[in-house]
């Protein structure tokens, strides 16, 4: 019997994984940017000019005060809207999901980020909640600041997050398994869970260093770059990932699920040089972009 035909080359894992890790940078350098562009739009609807940055925004209050409305409106806008962006990014794969293209990895990655950063606002808010001066004064931790909320309040807030936590990574499993070009990739628990792991744990941790790289390595980092806060993003969506490959004992995927997509296994040109216009984007505006 070929071997091949049995056995997948060390090629088609290689491009799978890097195709993989391309749509997760690319997703999250969209997110992460569209995060701080809601914020500093919804800043400039209460008068605010803002300096928007990637990984932070600078508010210039032009005589402008700040108050609890104005507060909640603008430090909850990211954590919602990412939220919200997921769950359409997850919708719209749903519909779409029988196509073999590239574009179904990159909504779910999509969706798993958007929740993941409005999931690590949960974490953020117990760091840095009355912590002003802490880097993880950001997001939902203002809010809950200017409203003087108890700090026991905070925690149990952190149950609903949990919970959500919970659901949702249970089930960031299965979109991947779908992507398999064969149903024996996936058609028994240890090759399900080695498919997840080559699909989605190690393009994550591939993409993980390639956008910490992308903030570190430039020659001239601004102060609001908060990289505490992208630890923490990164630290609980490797988790939910984690938890989605132990969860995968749970799965059930059916030969007729299976999409069959043997192209994510080649090159795909079109998303890398996407991912190179978007490092480009964020290079040349490091040092802000002005809303006013």
């Known amino acids: 019997m070929d ?39 919804v800043g400039r609807a209460c008068k605010f000019d803002a300096f928007v940055y990637y ?30 962006l997921g769950l359409f990014c997850l919708y719209i794969y749903k519909k779409v999901k029988d196509a073999k293209s590239l574009l179904n990895v990159f909504l779910i990655w999509c969706f798993i980020i958007g929740t993941g950063i409005f999931l690590s606002q949960g974490v953020i808010a117990i760091l ?3 912590n002003y001066k802490s880097d993880y004064y950001h997001g939902l931790s203002v809010v809950f600041s200017w409203w003087k909320l108890p700090v026991i309040f905070i925690y149990l807030l952190d149950i609903p997050f949990a919970l959500l936590f919970l659901y949702l ?50 020659p001239q980092l601004p102060r609001h770059v908060n990289i505490p806060v992208h630890i923490v993003y990164m630290s609980v969506i490797g988790a ?35 991912l190179g216009i978007a490092w480009l984007f964020v290079y040349i505006t490091f040092r802000g972009i002005y809303i006013s």
Request: charged residues 10%.
């Open 3 to 41: 071997q091949s035909r049995t056995t997948e080359q060390w090629y088609s894992k290689l491009f799978r994984v890097l195709n993989s890790a391309i749509c997760f940078t690319l997703a999250y350098i969209i997110f992460t940017y569209l995060f701080w562009f809601v914020t500093g739009f």
């Open 55 to 84: 990984f932070g925004v600078k508010f210039i209050l032009n005589n402008h005060v700040w108050n609890k409305t104005s507060v909640a409106l603008v430090y909850s806008a990211g954590p919602v809207f990412s939220l919200m």
């Open 240 to 274: 939910a990932l984690l938890l989605a490959w132990y969860a995968i004992s749970f799965i059930d995927v059916l030969k007729t699920d299976v999409t069959r997509f043997k192209s994510f296994q080649a090159p795909n040109i079109a998303f890398a040089v996407l």
């Open 169 to 218: 990574s249970v089930n960031y499993a299965r979109p991947f398994l779908l992507f398999a070009y064969s149903f024996s990739k996936v058609n028994k628990l240890p090759r399900r869970r080695k498919y997840f792991f080559e699909t989605a744990i190690v393009p994550f941790a591939v993409g993980a260093f390639a956008t910490s790289l992308t903030t570190l390595t430039h």
């Open 128 to 130: 840095g909640t009355y």
